[in-house]
């Protein structure tokens, strides 16, 4: 069993930043890739940036140049620096992980529980 923890979630004032943390733990042969998806109210979960772990990263076109998607591949721990927040940003963060379990196993998929991000002035 693998379990994704998430911290850093909050409100923040429009123009601020925050910083979300992703620790992976448990049963890992190896993490393919880690990502953070969102949900705001109303609408479908949708990926944020994502790291796989050949170092290509990929951001949803709303967050280029704002967020940063970076991973400690030791701490098998994922981040994502957030900065110039706006309140179309408030949302539910995930963190997600594609991992393979055992040598030779397949790639499963795990999300964590959850982190609010509220971007309000």
């Known amino acids: 069993q693998v379990q994704l923890v998430e911290s850093g979630g909050g409100l923040v004032q429009p123009g601020g930043s925050l910083r979300l943390s992703c620790a992976a733990s448990?049963?890992?042969?190896?993490?393919?890739?880690m990502g953070w998806y969102r949900q705001a109210p109303g609408k479908q979960r949708e990926l944020v940036a994502k790291?796989?772990?050949?170092?290509?990263?990929n951001y949803v076109d709303s967050v280029k140049g704002r967020f940063t998607i970076s991973r400690d591949n030791a701490k098998n721990t994922v981040y994502l620096q957030m900065n110039s927040l706006k309140p179309e940003d408030t949302a539910v963060y995930y963190c997600?992980?594609?991992?393979?379990?055992?040598?030779?196993?397949?790639?499963?998929?795990?999300w964590g529980q959850g982190t609010l991000v509220t971007v309000s002035s």
């Open positions: 997600n992980a594609l991992v393979v379990v055992t040598m030779g196993g397949s790639i499963r998929n795990y």
């Open positions: 790291s796989t772990s050949g170092g290509s990263t």
């Open positions: 448990g049963s890992i042969f190896s993490i393919y890739a």
